[in-house]
């Protein structure tokens, strides 16, 4: 059965920056080790965190070349990229990501936590380390280390309400 995202019930965070990522992680790592970790949408946590990597994997190392989004979606991307790259932005539950760029950011449908969490905490240590996001979005265009933080901090902040380390 499918969960319509748009009215689950979802955890309310404030993420501002990539530490709060880090520390969001670390605090679920710990309910799923005590066997407490709910979600209230339609992936598992494995396949939210590796979701939410993916996104910080192309923003460091570009986008394949054929992941291009339909023209109205790179319109669209354009109108709303100041607003969705300023500090505070979220990106938008319940939204059907375009088959060109589904083969990039649907998880597996056997991801696990473990493997899950080990991917995104890897692209958080790239960040940490100095490596910078900076490569051309399909949606935005031109996206600068700054724009990506704002950008990765509200997508995870959104995947992230799915879960519940209750």
Known sequence: MTINTKKADRRPLSFTSLDDVRADIDALEASHQAGTLKTTGNWTP?????HCASLFRVSLDG?????????WLKLLGRLIKGKATAP?????????IPPALAKVFDPPSDATFEQGASEIRAMLDRVASGALMEQPSPLFGEMNNEQWT????GHCRMHFSFMNPS
Request: glycine share 14%; hydrophobic share 35%; charged share 15%.
């Open 150 to 153: 704002n950008v990765q901090v």
């Open 46 to 50: 494995g396949q939210i965190l590796w």
């Open 88 to 96: 505070g932005g979220e990106a938008p539950t319940g939204f059907k």
């Open 63 to 71: 986008f394949p070349a054929d992941s291009k989004p339909p023209f």
